[in-house]
Structures are given as structure tokens and as C-alpha cells.
């Protein structure tokens, strides 16, 4: 006669199904860490009493030194920015899946050498889960401080210079070549780009982007004219290409808010849009449906780029191996082009 099977001990994970909740808030919930709502608590301890489950000492000892708070750190210097119609709603699309995973969202500026020591700090110490960085430039002193964190690193966007193993970012080569293309198409043989800061990932793809559909096209594209992705830096950019190239028909600007300033531009010369000179723009932020006339973009999913790097870093918080995504861009067309 055979004895039986020793009977399977059920997973964190199965309890977390049960309960519906996520393995983060599962392990947070069974070693009485905060910022877990009593809902969930009450769901997982009965799915624990459910399942017979066990916790593991050595995944207790780890789970308790979790901090219940991830954080989205921003070269910039300027608190404002994260006013800015385009973080403002990253912010919205990281903070509902963060919720979703009981964590909560810390804002971090790193532009000043201070400000980039705190957040080193702050990642060396595992003052947070994980961290998502955004907007890094060229050579950013941040990307490097990364190799020293002790929590995960999920990235918005793929830096220039670096190739991080796990990132979330926009087809912006795509997106900026159907823009070209869209105007390429009415006709426009004169094409001008308006960049943002090349020394930035996104700035250089959407220049690559503009620059592929001008050569695929047999047309030679115009340099790179930096608008740094501001609507100053875009109305003196346009400024700089009418007087540079006074027979432009045609205006990619590689953000809505370097478009509007662009428009703003013609109109003050007297240039009509688009009769004379058509505009497109990238983001499709709401800029783009009061601009006058209403502007042509590339709309970008933004709060799922948000959304998407904070569901990556709660995955690599749990243990997982999430593969880097790529969102798709569509063209929007309005009356500037």
C-alpha cells in the first residue's frame, strides 16, 4: 500500500487570485505593511484561510522592508512641469495603475546636481519600490546614477546614449514619417522640421522620422531647427525658417506646443494656414483642437504610457521579466493641414 502525496502548499500568487488583488498587494497585505486598504486585507486573509496558505519566512523577511510607494523621477528643474498637459497626464495614466497595485506615486525633479543626489539616494536606499524616469537628456548624470540603484528602473522613452533593459516609448519615427508623409501628400514639396531638443531620445527619432519621408520622397529635408519643445521655442523657430527659407509650404513640428507657437508665427507674417504653409504637430494634446485653425497631429496614447510604466515596474516589483513596448501613433487630421 502506497502512502499518499504530500499535498502541494499554495503560492502567493493563488492567493492573490483569489482575493483579486495583485502579488504586490498580497504580500504587502499577509506582513501588515501600510497603504493597503482594508478591503484588501479582509480579501486576502480570507483567501489565506481559504487556501491554507503558509507564508515563507524568507519572503516575509523581504516583503516587509517594501515601502508601498513608487516614484516618477524628471530631469527638469522647473516644479511646473509637471503641469504640463503632456506629464500632467502621464502622471494620470502612471498613478491609475500604481492605484490598481496599492502604490503610491512620488514625484522627483533631478536637474541640479542637489536634486540628482537626492533621487541617487533615494534609489541606493530603497526609499522606494522602483522608480520610472522620464524627459533624460544626452550623457544625463541620472541615466548613470541608475547602475548604483537597488530597485528597479523602468524608463519613459529610450534615452540617447544608453540602452536600457526596460523601457516604455512611443513610435516616434513612425508618427513623425506619416506626418511628413500626410503632407508630402498634399502636395508640399517644401517641408520644413521643427525638433525638439535633439540631445533628447524623442527629439532625435522624430527628426529621423521627418527626415526618412523627405529622402524616401527624392527631397532634400532642411536641417534640424530646435524648438525645444516650448511654444517660445517654436514661434522662434518658425521665425528663423521665414527667414531662412522664405518659400515654405510646409511645417512638421515635432510637438503641439512648438506647432502653436509655429502658427502663431505665420500668422503674425501674414502667412496663411493652410493655403500657404501647413502645419502638422505630434501628441494630440488639447492644444491641438483650440489651436486656430484647429491643428493636424500625431496623437500619442499618453496616459498609457504612463499606464504601461507603471504596470512594467510592478511587474519587475514582483519578481517578473517584463519585455521593453513600443506604443503605436496615429495621425489626426484637422484643418491646418
Known amino acids: 500500500m502506497t502512502e499518499d502525496a504530500p499535498r502541494r502548499q499554495p503560492t502567493l500568487d493563488e492567493v492573490a487570485e483569489r482575493a483579486g488583488v495583485s502579488r504586490s498587494v498580497a504580500s504587502r497585505a499577509l506582513n501588515n505593511a501600510p497603504h493597503v486598504s482594508r478591503a484588501k486585507r479582509e480579501a486576502?486573509?480570507?483567501?489565506?484561510?481559504?487556501?491554507?496558505?503558509?507564508?515563507?519566512?524568507?519572503?516575509?523577511?523581504?516583503?516587509?522592508?517594501?515601502?508601498?510607494?513608487?516614484?516618477?523621477?524628471?530631469?527638469?528643474?522647473d516644479p511646473s512641469i509637471f503641469a504640463d498637459p503632456f506629464f500632467a497626464r502621464v502622471i494620470v495614466g502612471a498613478s491609475a495603475a500604481l492605484e490598481e497595485a496599492d502604490l503610491h506615486l512620488m514625484l522627483c525633479l533631478a536637474a541640479t546636481e542637489r536634486a540628482r543626489k537626492r533621487v541617487a539616494e533615494l534609489l541606493r536606499s530603497k526609499g522606494v519600490d522602483g522608480a520610472m524616469l522620464m524627459a533624460l537628456r544626452e550623457d544625463d548624470p541620472l541615466a548613470r546614477m541608475i547602475d548604483d540603484a537597488q530597485v528597479p528602473v523602468v524608463f519613459g522613452g529610450r534615452p540617447v546614449g544608453s540602452a536600457p533593459r526596460w523601457y516604455v516609448d512611443v513610435d516616434n519615427v513612425g508618427g513623425a514619417r506619416e506626418a511628413t508623409e500626410y503632407l508630402l501628400s498634399l502636395g508640399r514639396r517644401r517641408v520644413a522640421a521643427i525638433c525638439g531638443r535633439l540631445d533628447t531620445g524623442a527629439g532625435r527619432a522624430r527628426y529621423r522620422g521627418y527626415r526618412d519621408a523627405m529622402l524616401g520622397a527624392g527631397l532634400d529635408p532642411f536641417p534640424p531647427r530646435e524648438g525645444d519643445f516650448t511654444e517660445a521655442g517654436g514661434a522662434a523657430a518658425m521665425a528663423g525658417l521665414l527667414a531662412e527659407h522664405p518659400g515654405v509650404d510646409g511645417v512638421f513640428a515635432a510637438n503641439d506646443n512648438m506647432a502653436a507657437g509655429a502658427?502663431?508665427?505665420?500668422?503674425?507674417?501674414?502667412?496663411r494656414i493652410p493655403a500657404d504653409v501647413a502645419v502638422v504637430g505630434f501628441d494630440d494634446l488639447a492644444v491641438a483642437r483650440i489651436a486656430d485653425p484647429p491643428l493636424t497631429t500625431v496623437h500619442q496614447p499618453?496616459?498609457?504610457?504612463?499606464r504601461e510604466m507603471a504596470r512594467m515596474l510592478v511587474a519587475l516589483v514582483n519578481g517578473q521579466d517584463p519585455t521593453p513596448l513600443i506604443l503605436p501613433t496615429r495621425l489626426v487630421s484637422r484643418a491646418s493641414a
Not at 502658427?263 to 502667412?271: D, I, N, P, V
Not at 499618453?302 to 504612463?306: A, Y
Open 44 to 77: 486576502v486573509e480570507r483567501a489565506v484561510r481559504h487556501l491554507g496558505y503558509v507564508p515563507n519566512p524568507t519572503a516575509r523577511a523581504l516583503a516587509t522592508r517594501q515601502t508601498g510607494a513608487a516614484a516618477l523621477v524628471v530631469s527638469g528643474e
Open 263 to 271: 502658427m502663431r508665427t505665420l500668422r503674425e507674417a501674414g502667412r
Open 302 to 306: 499618453i496616459e498609457d504610457l504612463g
